[in-house]
């Protein structure tokens, strides 16, 4: 699977690693102390782009802060085979990962992904 280069604004990139399997793609990102809420999916015609914003660490009790606020994207040029419309993303115990189906498809034009 084609990668575009990281972002190199920002100093916190999530753990990554893709896989390929017979009829689908996986994308793993490691994304600890993160909520759901604040990870977006989103596809672009044949792009697929995770990006993620946390804010001022409002729901922990914090002794020590060394994080305020940061935000993080990541794009990915899919493959022609890539099911843009099958795709899911599941998001468990501060992991993300991103099933994206082969099969040839009419890519879409822009839909969010839901994070289950």
Do not use: C, Q
Not at 27 to 52: D, F, H, Q, T
Not at 97 to 108: L, M, N, S, V
């Amino acid at each position: 699977m084609p990668l575009t280069s990281r972002n190199k604004s920002t100093a916190l990139f999530p753990v990554m690693d893709i896989n390929e399997k017979n009829d689908e793609y996986i994308i793993y990102l490691a994304m600890p102390g993160m909520l759901r809420e604040e990870i977006k999916v989103n596809i672009s015609e044949k792009r697929l782009v995770v990006s993620a914003e946390k804010k001022e660490n409002s729901h922990w009790f914090v002794t020590k802060k060394k994080i305020d606020n940061f935000s993080w994207n990541e794009s990915f040029t899919l493959p022609a085979d890539a099911d843009t419309i099958m795709t899911v993303a599941l998001f468990k115990n501060g992991n993300l990962e991103i099933h994206i189906p082969k099969g040839a498809t009419i890519p879409e034009k822009e839909r969010e992904v839901f994070i289950y």
